[in-house]
Every structure is written in structure tokens, then in C-alpha cells.
């Protein structure tokens, strides 16, 4: 069978116990917009439109252990964003700022581990 056309990511969605604090963070954290809400379902975007995050309510949410541990909740999904390379320590600072909290245990100079306020992890990479 062929595959039926092209096909591209929209959005990239995560589960979370409050979408309404979580898209708040990512909000001020990116500079994006809420694009579209309902009580359970937010999508923020950034204004060129290339993909989405979205917050789902999960009232069962579970944030994942980092570093992986046997036997605990696995990380299933991270967000890598680009930062350039002489702004990466003021990224961080501003991560913090915005409510995120740095990865005690790091792997590299070249990122940073951060966790948002529901504990999903992302890293800033340059």
C-alpha cells in the first residue's frame, strides 16, 4: 500500500493536571499565544505557525522520575528547544524564572535539563 500522501506534526500534546497554568508557563516562558481553550484542552502556538503545544487535562497525570529509574514512572516525551549558545545560561535563568526548576543530574555542557511546573521535562540546547 502506498503511503496516502504528505503528512506533517501539528501538535505535540501534553497530558497535565492543569492546562490553564501549564499553557500559562509555556506562554511566558516561549512568547506564544493560546490559540484555542476549552476547560480541559488548551493549544498555544507561536506566530509562524510550524507546530503547537497542546495541554490536555489528565487528572491521573503522573510526572515522570529523571534520570530513569527501574520501576518508575519512564519519561515518554521531552521538548528540545534551540538556544543560541552565548545566551544558554541566560535561558536557564529565565526558565527559573518562570517557574521551572534545573535537572540536578546533567549529561552534557551542550544542554540543560529542565523540568516545567508539572514536572515534564525539556532542555535547552545550543
Known amino acids: 500500500m502506498n ?3 504528505k ?5 505535540i500534546v501534553l497530558d497535565c493536571i492543569d492546562p490553564v497554568k501549564l499553557s500559562d ?17 488548551i493549544i ?3 506566530e509562524s505557525g ?14 515522570p522520575v529523571w534520570p ?9 516525551l521531552h521538548l528540545d528547544f534551540y538556544v543560541p549558545a552565548e545566551q544558554h545560561k541566560k535561558w536557564v535563568e529565565y526558565g527559573i524564572f518562570c ?8 549529561f ?11 514536572g515534564h521535562p525539556f532542555c535547552f540546547d545550543s
Open 68 to 76: 530513569e529509574t527501574e520501576g518508575e514512572q519512564q519519561m515518554m
Open 25 to 41: 508557563f509555556y506562554i511566558k516562558l516561549l512568547g506564544w499565544k493560546k490559540g484555542f481553550e476549552t476547560e480541559d484542552f
Open 108 to 118: 552534557s555542557e551542550d544542554w540543560t535539563v529542565m523540568f516545567d511546573i508539572e
Open 7 to 11: 503528512i506533517k506534526i501539528d501538535k
Open 99 to 106: 517557574g521551572a526548576k534545573k535537572a540536578e543530574v546533567q
Open 50 to 63: 510550524s507546530i503547537d503545544i497542546g495541554f490536555q487535562r489528565n487528572s491521573d497525570y503522573i510526572p
Open 44 to 46: 498555544i502556538g507561536d
Open 3 to 5: 503511503k496516502p500522501g
